[in-house]
């Protein structure tokens, strides 16, 4: 394929990097890592720092079957409801302990299929988040 040797031109198959998609990240897990030591790393972020969240949405309509996402499919939208108000909790969670300051510098929503969020719950997701931890100069969305 064309594309794929111009991509190992440019050096994108150089090296392995994490996935972005789980925090932490799947070499962190283990039965050692639970609630306090999740928040003894987001206390750890300094004040005035710039961060990224990753918004994960695991529902689709239908699954593809290339998809190495963790998802599900669902043909309503109530755990898809379900999932955006526990979201919402897990943020205000986010927001108790950060420290001051604290700026977004990137926001990605992926999945499954996050435009599978009703167009309400995606407006509170962002509200939430950006009340949390607003958008920096320059940020991304």
């Known amino acids: 394929m064309k594309h794929e040797s111009q991509l190992a031109r440019l050096g994108l198959f150089d090296a392995k990097v994490p996935r972005y998609t789980s925090y932490p ?10 609630p306090s030591q999740f ?7 300094p004040a005035g720092a710039s961060i990224s ?21 669902t043909q309503t939208d109530a755990p898809v409801k379900t999932y955006a108000e526990t979201l919402i909790k897990e943020v205000a969670m986010l927001k108790s302990h950060l420290a001051p300051g604290v700026k977004l510098s990137r926001l990605h929503w992926g999945g499954g299929t996050a435009t599978l969020l009703p167009a309400d719950s995606m407006r509170k997701i962002a509200e939430a988040v950006f009340e ?6 320059n940020g991304e969305f």
């Open 39 to 45: 928040i003894e790393w987001i206390e750890a972020i």
């Open 25 to 34: 990240t799947a070499p962190h897990f283990s039965k050692d890592i639970g």
């Open 53 to 73: 969240l990753y918004m994960h949405v695991p529902f689709c309509r239908r699954l593809c079957w290339f998809c190495a996402c963790r998802t599900q499919g």
């Open 132 to 137: 949390a931890v607003p958008l920096g100069e």
